[in-house]
């Protein structure tokens, strides 16, 4: 009986992470400026990873009774970098002049980027 809950969830678990990452390929494709795509690609697939790893991290432990470093390691450092670099790349963008969505309502970063600017200046001249 404990080996059917197992595999169900795993089973679950790893059905879950498919969707998660194909809806983030969707994502890819369909939405309209790097920073939407951006956040499709950290936001589902990180999750569709993570849900696959540990629906595979379960299963070994569970079934198998081994477990697995290889698989927590993988699932800290997915779940450290992806959002990470998902920022990084996008603050780049921005920062290199990739221009919003033209249906954008909100530039957040804009005031941040204006006032180093301004400090900057300051700091040259003074």
């Known amino acids: 009986m404990k080996e059917v809950i197992v595999e169900s969830l795993v089973g679950i678990l790893v059905l879950l992470g498919a969707l998660l990452s194909a809806l983030s390929s ?6 309209p400026d790097v920073y939407l795509r951006s956040h499709a690609a950290t936001k ?3 999750l569709g990873i993570l849900s696959i790893l540990t629906g595979a991290f379960l299963y070994f ?3 198998d009774g081994h477990t697995s470093a290889r698989l927590l390691l993988g ?6 970098t992806a959002p990470v670099a998902g920022h990084l790349i996008g ?3 921005y920062r290199t002049g990739v221009p919003l969505w033209s249906k954008s309502v909100q530039d957040d970063l ?3 980027v204006e006032q180093e600017e301004q400090s900057r200046e300051r700091g ?3």
């Open 44 to 46: 589902s697939t990180t």
């Open 124 to 126: 040259r001249n003074g």
């Open 75 to 80: 699932i800290i450092f997915v779940f450290i």
């Open 110 to 112: 804009k005031a941040v």
């Open 26 to 31: 969707f994502g890819l494709i369909r939405l």
């Open 61 to 63: 432990m569970l079934l």
């Open 91 to 93: 603050r780049a963008a």
